[in-house]
């Protein structure tokens, strides 16, 4: 069944994936392409795929998926993969596809599914999420921008920070406070909203590593429908946490290292040469470096194990997603630092020039990689998660 | 857990109440108080045999059952959560797998049915340093009219005392350090010329130096072809690696419940440590190392099963990643439990020496990180 299954993927990738497109580079933004030619590939092989339902080809296809298994899905991916190309639509989606689709489709009302889903499925509407505020951060339950009802809908007033593609979105989901008498986790709730109003306005944040898709959003009586409340009234924090876990679950079921990149131990060789036997000269980076692949074997083998035994049905997956939050990081991080350091003073160049396009490349993504451990719940936090949640260690004692 | 079979499941289950009925921890300290140079007690060697785990890599057609390294790492993973010591790693999987690789039909009618029956206990006869290096194998094996005869001496050899026959890596050609000119040999514990100390070691477990003075052996005796044994000492380490590193997952894993169970139960300063973010935050360290590390040993039993040619690689990396989870796990046993962790009494200490020995054997992490660097080209 699968074998039939794959071979129709296939067929249908190879007759319908533009050549124009093949090795294009991809990114959240669309196709990173002056040419025309490719930029109308890139168009038309996202309709067809939206056409196909396999923007989000897991959710039913009423909200403009394709009703796939997750193993389905991954077939799906792995044939675009194998064809030199990518499933673009999760990217425009924003935060769509992979984090608000699936919690409105776990929380939201029949209405709310069919206005909001397709659009995300389709790629033809980006969503961000306004979670983290400057003073809202590991603590996020302390957020205070407030959401009150009129009669025309709700009203929203305060500022979010790290509101990820917030400039380029055209919806938002944000966590607001509905009820200030409450304990701080019973009065937050979840709204949906258009960023198109004069009550928005969102400034980029520039990161260590320069140009950044991060944003500092600020409402200021901006506007929400009455119908646009995610979940139950004051319910929020249930929501969000749902939303998290997707969130955790969408960073870390991709490897981390793509197989596409030449291998680390190559750059080293080709950087600090070799001995007379071939082995990487200098000793003490060679087995830092065995060290960090074999630590991101143990990473990507953890990941199959994983899946496996969710097939099996023998373990909740979310239990697991902090643990490999986390190893992402790790792995992640020490790969960014390695690649620097073998670069030597070649890889600490600041604007390009003097550096080849990989050194600057390289330089970006290390000091980029920062934010691994600091979003989507930092390093601490995951810690926090992995001893209460999965260990049953009792609550920190510290209460803020 | 990989997806089991029911019959894996089944194994794994009676693995688990059997350890923890007849042979748990409390039963190898027994053994290590009793100064028995056997290294095992021999009423549980039996009862393991009679459940057939002496026979799991042991074709039909001698007496096993064939079912395989996955299935044999279910038994190994609670024989090390209880320190459980016995021939079985030494014997049904190391000499057996020897045998599988090298020995021809004659050589596996022999002993195999004995691996099974639990009668043989063969064991490998390889270091001569402290450090564990095959290539440097300076052992020699001179030709002798028709056989060959044995000058040296082994030493950190498992279950050496108890073994009924070693299989003898020797040098017929060049010198230490050379890839070329090492061959195993079959031979038995008997033999004139063979004498073995017991080495007491922290563990308490059965390790011997065994001389060899002008042994005389037939040309019978040679397992596999002359002079390039290396690569099959290799294939049959790497089965031994990853097995031992399930044992030593099981090991860790057990040492990590035991803290687990103290950080929800001691309490200090009127709350219970758990509480503590410090505490809790090492336990999640644990936690993820111990779940990487069983991806790594499950993969590479399930690679040993499937004939893969990542073997190699799969049984540095889960010899590694292993033993750095063991390596800490151990450590922060004893730390986390404070006070009583470091008496006699408490069983920390047993778990940290035998920690120590078996990260030691076939490989430390500095090896097995050498090597798998060398696998991978660099």
Not at chain 1, 249 to 276: F, W
Request: proline share 3%; glycine share 10%; net charge negative.
């Amino acid at each position: 069944m699968t074998g039939e299954f794959e071979a129709k993927v296939r067929d249908w990738v190879a007759d319908n994936l533009p050549q124009a497109l093949v090795g294009a580079h991809i990114d959240m933004y669309g196709v990173a392409s002056d040419d025309q030619q490719v930029k109308d590939a890139f168009g038309l092989w996202r309709a067809r795929l939206a056409a196909q339902g396999w923007g989000a080809p897991t959710w039913p296809r009423e909200y403009g998926g394709a009703g796939l298994t997750d193993a389905e899905a991954k077939i799906v991916n792995r044939a675009i993969a194998r064809a030199g190309s990518m499933n673009p639509i999760p990217y425009l989606s924003g935060m769509g596809v992979t984090m608000v689709g699936p919690t409105l489709l776990e929380y939201g009302t029949p209405e709310q599914k069919a206005r909001h889903l397709p659009g995300m499925a389709s790629g033809e509407v980006r969503w961000c999420l306004g979670l983290s505020e400057p003073n809202a951060g590991s603590d996020l339950a302390s957020l205070t921008t407030s959401a009150e009802l009129d009669e025309q809908g709700w009203v929203l007033n305060g500022q979010k920070a790290w509101t990820s593609g917030a400039d380029k979105s055209q919806w938002c989901g944000v966590l607001v406070r509905t009820d200030r008498n409450a304990a701080k986790r019973d009065g937050i709730s979840f709204l949906m909203l258009e960023m198109d109003q004069p009550g928005i306005e969102t400034r980029p944040i520039r990161l260590i590593a320069g140009e950044s898709p991060f944003c500092e959003t600020f409402f200021t009586n901006a506007r929400a429908r009455k119908d646009d409340l995610l979940g139950k009234l004051n319910d929020g924090w249930s929501v969000v946490k749902r939303l998290l876990q997707h969130e955790r679950q969408s960073q870390t079921n991709t490897p981390v290292t793509s197989t596409s990149a030449e291998p680390l131990q190559d750059i080293a060789r080709r950087y600090r040469g070799t001995g007379a036997d071939g082995m990487l000269a200098d000793a003490d980076l060679r087995s830092r470096l065995a060290d960090h692949l074999m630590d991101a074997a143990a990473h990507e083998l953890t990941i199959a194990r994983i899946i496996t035994d969710a097939r099996g049905g023998n373990v909740e997956v979310s239990a697991t997603a902090s643990i490999l939050k986390n190893s992402a990081t790790d792995v992640a991080q020490t790969r960014a630092e390695l690649m620097v350091e073998i670069m030597g003073n070649q890889g600490l160049g600041w604007e390009p020039g003097e550096y080849t396009e990989e050194e600057a490349r390289a330089v970006r993504e290390w000091l980029g990689g920062k934010s691994m451990s600091i979003y989507g719940g930092s390093y601490e936090v995951q810690k926090n998660i992995i001893s209460k949640n999965i260990l049953g260690l009792p609550e920190t004692t510290q209460k803020g | 857990m990989a997806l089991l079979t029911e019959e894996q499941t089944l194994i794994k289950a009676q693995a688990n109440a059997w350890v923890i009925d007849k042979a748990p921890v409390s039963s190898f300290r027994a053994l290590r108080d009793s100064h028995s140079q056997q290294g095992f007690f021999p009423e549980i060697w039996q009862a393991m045999v009679d459940m057939g785990w002496s026979g799991i890599l042991v074709p039909q057609q001698h007496g096993g059952s064939n079912l395989g390294y996955l299935t044999f790492g279910l038994i190994l993973e609670q024989l090390g959560r209880q320190l459980t010591s016995s021939p079985l790693f030494s014997s049904s999987l190391v000499g057996a797998s020897a045998l599988l690789a090298a020995g021809n039909a004659a050589q596996q009618d022999s002993l195999l049915p004995g691996i099974a029956s639990g009668s043989a206990i063969v064991t490998l006869a390889l270091d001569e340093s402290a450090q564990h290096s095959p290539r440097h194998t300076a052992l020699q094996a001179g030709r002798n009219g028709e056989g060959f005869v044995l000058d040296g001496t082994k030493t950190f050899v498992a279950e050496g005392m108890g073994a009924t026959h070693y299989i003898v890596a020797a040098r017929v050609a060049g010198k230490a350090g050379d890839v070329q000119g090492i061959s195993l040999f079959l031979v038995a514990a008997d033999a004139a010329g063979i004498v073995r100390t017991a080495l007491p070691t922290i563990d308490s477990r059965d390790y011997a130096r065994v001389t060899f003075s002008n042994v005389r052996i037939p040309t019978t005796a040679l397992l596999g072809s002359p002079a390039d044994g290396l690569p099959v000492l290799e294939a049959i380490l790497d089965r031994a690696c990853i097995g031992l590193a399930t044992e030593m997952l099981g090991t860790a894993s057990q040492g990590f419940d035991m803290t687990l169970d103290y950080l929800k139960t001691r309490r200090q300063f009127g709350k219970v440590i758990g509480s503590f973010q410090a505490l809790g935050h090492r336990a999640a360290a644990l936690y993820s190392l111990m779940e990487q590390s069983r991806s790594c040993v499950e993969a590479a039993l399930q690679a040993v099963d499937a004939g893969a040619d990542t073997v190699p690689e799969m049984a540095s990396l889960a010899k590694c990643q292993v033993g750095k989870f063991l390596f800490l796990m151990s450590n922060e046993l004893i730390q986390i439990h404070g006070g009583i962790g470091m008496t006699d009494e408490f069983d920390a200490g047993l778990y940290l020496k035998r920690a120590r020995v078996l990260e030691a054997s076939f490989g430390n992490r500095a090896y097995h990180r050498d090597r798998y660097a060398r696998l991978k080209g660099f």
